[in-house]
């Protein structure tokens, strides 16, 4: 038996009563409600039921998205639960330009990541819209920017050393778990800024439950009663477990004499914003949560498709090698970028529209939920010549066109761990490709895992 079970949340301990509490207050769809859409005039959509077109779209978006976009044309509606909501999807630059541009006020972002509020907290920067959004946001800019990424670099190499350092010549793998594996480490050591051996060995196995959310869960979410039964239960009291690891973290974190030196995310955010607007222990846990769920299968999932796409076409193998031997950064850069553009880890973003709104021409009622398909803005031929070939060369010397290119999304969403997750990229790649040779085996395409895509059979590798 649990201390959350059947009690009320104010009799329970800390941090046991701000997980419950959470539990009860965070329902997914919660919050402040969306309008009520008037639905006349929408872009054309397919007829289909609410939830056929939901399954399509969370089950198989790979061929269902473009095949949408091939009939009904650049702009087009889908309907979704909860009670057919409509979603109108993008494919086209300028429409993204407006949407990235749209007013924070009344585009919001966060109503759409309301499911996750249970496992990511109230003040997570995902949930958040508006002037609440815009705080958090400054808050936690400065943890990311350009210094602060040079500063957690050398971590990083260590983590991919250590792993990396393991791998035996002629092994074959499944290369996304060995890149899940490593970009939880980085998470732990990098971000979260744990060091203990016996505490990083706590973590782990409560942080991997916490990533690996089924659609279930998330749905039974709106069931208070489930939470005492199954799977339900045991998300429940996995999530204490981790909180109680990570307020003890953040406790023992504030007394450190040293934490003005130390290079982790943590120690930043502890330190960041002024006296009196400091971020609180529950804000300080609810977006390591958040940075835990939005930057570790991501970034994995772009590694395995990188390695994947080198493993199967030898001359770009060979150019990748030699610019891990020569220090060439740029060019492993773009063979990241250029895996991303193949294989978008994230389908697309969404803004729900808090009043009337005109895009692309169409004017759209306050309720509908907009949002440029990064699917199909990565797969046009007008957008990428030869869509379908892996080249990195596209990236090299050169870059898109804006708004063709976009896997972290844009405007003052945009993804705030870009930066961190191509210098966390390049680092693994030039550790692996300085070390061995690549061979992919066998094929692969995208199935959606969690809040991702990645290669339905794990990207399978050998290294020699
Ligand atoms: C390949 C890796 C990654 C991809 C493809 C990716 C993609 C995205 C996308 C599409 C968004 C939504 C942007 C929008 O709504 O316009 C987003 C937001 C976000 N990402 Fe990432 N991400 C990646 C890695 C990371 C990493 C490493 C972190 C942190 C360590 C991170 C933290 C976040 C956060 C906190 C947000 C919310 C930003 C906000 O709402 O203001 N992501 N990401």
New binding site residues.
Partial sequence: MTSLDHQPASALGDPAARTARRFERMRPFGGEPAPRVDAHGLPPGPRWPAWVQTVALLRFRHRFVPRMWRRYGDVFTLRIVPGGRPLVLFTRPEHAKEI?AGDPEYFH??KGNGILGPIMGEH???L?DGSE?KR??AL?MPA?NGHALRGYRSLVDEVADSQIGRWRSGEEFRSLDRMNAL?LEV?LRV?FGVTDERRLAALRPRVTRTVDISPVVLLGWGYPALQRVGTWRRTVENAYRLDELIYAEIRDRRAAADLHLRPD?LSRLILVGDEGDRLTDDELRD?LV??LL???E??A??LAWALHELGRDRAQLRRARQAASDGDDDHLEAVLKEA?RLH???PM???TLMRPATIGGWDLPAGATVGPS?LVAHARGDNHPEPERFDPGRFLGQSPPVNTW?????????????G???M??VAVLRRILSAYDVTALGTDVPKVRNI?SVPRHGSRTRVD
């Fill in positions: 990235f972002a966060g997570s920067l995902l958040q959004h958090a946001r936690l990311f970009t998470i971000v995310v977006q958040t940075l939005a930057g570790h991501t970034t999932s772009a991303m978008p880890v994230i973003v969404a803004r990064i976009i896997p972290f999304g844009g405007g003052v969403r945009r993804c705030i761990g870009a961190f997750s191509l966390e990229g991702t």
